[in-house]
């Protein structure tokens, strides 16, 4: 297969906490404190990571993807909030994914806070569904609310004061998102991350991995950069001969483990779909594709 140039990752010289390494709860920044679930694997990276959010001293604090019901990631948030000698205020949920809303509605119930996302099933009966534009007051602050679909269709960002986003899973604190098949989009991501990079965040909290505060511009472009590489490997190796999903993610993520070329197929998929918007590539009726 013709070589595709791949751009570089600026977070390889950044100086980030090992794989493992990340304590299970830190304070951020005055108006964030994260705590990390206990849940790591492959896709979830070190855990999921949970965020509090309101201003120091308010009493109260916004509790921003919630994670697993898990007893000991309840209680570990449970403890940061009696540091912070908060209540919850509100549950925020940047998308529907499990491993970030499971939580939302037993804990919603549990602190007595209205869930807040971007779809009515995960907010539930009695909560909110929120759109672009949308400005929370909240614990002592505001959060803005910024649509960034993509990854999946209903996933949301949060801006908070100190200029710093909340991004869940559009941006990850290692490697980089899968644009979910058939609910993700590629077009919608790019323009999505193109929304961030031009709110110019202090910092990108993020839905797995270490917090990216030393240039979140340049993670974003990299973002971008890495989008355009894999459809380019996508292109290339279509005209040297693959004609599957399969055959393309083989060859184009040989170096990967076999585990998450599950999450591979799913990108490359919707990769595809962009590509035959464009007229770019041509579906046969087995399924099969080829370039135009």
């Known amino acids: 297969m013709p070589r595709v140039k791949a751009p570089v990752d600026p977070r390889t010289s950044w100086q980030l ?3 493992g390494g990340m304590p299970r709860t ?3 920044e005055p ?8 849940n790591p694997n492959r896709m979830t990276l070190d855990g999921t990571n949970s965020y509090l959010v309101g201003a120091p001293g308010s009493g109260a604090a916004v509790l921003v993807d919630p994670g697993p019901d898990d007893p000991a990631h309840l209680a570990a948030v449970e403890a940061a909030l009696a540091a912070r000698g908060a209540r919850v205020a509100a549950v925020l949920v940047t998308h529907h994914h499990g491993d970030h809303a499971e939580a939302a509605l037993p804990w919603g119930a ?3 806070a209205q869930v807040m996302a971007g779809s009515g099933d995960v907010a539930g009966p009695g909560g ?3 759109t672009g534009g949308d400005r929370l007051r909240l614990a002592g602050t505001t959060v803005d609310v910024v649509p960034t679909p993509g990854h999946c269709s209903d996933h949301l960002a949060f801006r908070i004061e100190s200029g710093a986003v909340l991004v869940g899973d559009h941006v990850l604190g290692r490697g980089t998102s899968v644009v979910t098949h058939p609910e993700g989009d590629v077009v919608a991501y790019l323009e999505s991350l193109r929304t961030v990079r031009d709110l110019g965040p202090s910092a990108l909290y993020c839905g797995h991995g270490p917090e990216l505060t030393e240039d979140p511009g340049a993670v974003l472009d990299y973002y971008l950069a890495h989008r ?3 459809e380019g490997q996508v292109v290339a190796a279509l005209q040297a001969g693959a004609t599957t999903v399969d055959e393309l ?3 184009i993520y040989a170096e990967v483990p076999r585990e998450v070329w599950f999450a591979a197929a799913q990108s490359t998929r919707a990769t595809l779909d962009k590509l035959r918007a464009e007229g770019r590539v041509e579906q046969a009726v087995d399924g099969t594709v080829r370039p135009a």
């Open 31 to 38: 108006l964030v404190t994260r705590v990390l679930a206990p």
């Open 110 to 112: 549990r602190f007595g």
């Open 228 to 230: 355009a590489y894999r």
């Open 17 to 19: 906490p090992a794989f």
């Open 128 to 130: 909110r569904v929120l």
């Open 249 to 251: 993610v083989a060859v």
């Open 26 to 28: 830190a304070d951020l």
